[in-house]
């Protein structure tokens, strides 16, 4: 069984930064991608980025690019988003995720989810 389990939401003003954390337990996932995606209130779930646990592959959103960095952490099996210069538009619960298709950036193609983590940007 796959357990991803996020931390580092909270509240933080606009041009502030958080990093959020994805900590893997359970079966291997090197073979897998591993994504951050964000659902905003009364809004579809969204790709953030995507990372390869050797690291040597990430993808971002428009959204997230210049700002986001996503970094994966083999030893401790933790991926992390770090986010700079945030907007109250990254208001949203960000979710980890793991898909056994390379960089993926659809959803559905997402075998493993965490529960999420609530970030708030204010301004």
């Known amino acids: 069984q796959v357990q991803l389990l996020e931390s580092g939401g909270g509240l933080v003003q606009a041009g502030g930064s958080l990093r959020l954390s994805c900590a893997a337990s359970?079966?291997?996932?090197?073979?897998?991608?591993m994504g951050w995606f964000r659902q905003a209130p009364g809004k579809e779930r969204e790709f953030v980025a995507v990372i390869n646990w050797s690291g040597t592959n990430t993808a971002y959103a428009e959204s997230a690019k210049g700002r986001f960095t996503i970094a994966a952490e083999n030893d401790q099996n933790t991926v992390y988003l770090q986010m700079n210069s945030l907007k109250p538009e990254d208001t949203a619960v960000y979710y980890c995720?793991?898909?056994?298709?390379?960089?993926?950036?659809?959803?559905?193609?997402?075998?493993?989810w965490g529960q999420g983590t609530q970030v708030t940007v204010s301004s």
């Open positions: 359970g079966r291997t996932l090197k073979s897998y991608s």
């Open positions: 995720a793991a898909s056994r298709m390379m960089g993926s950036t659809v959803q559905n193609r997402y075998d493993y």
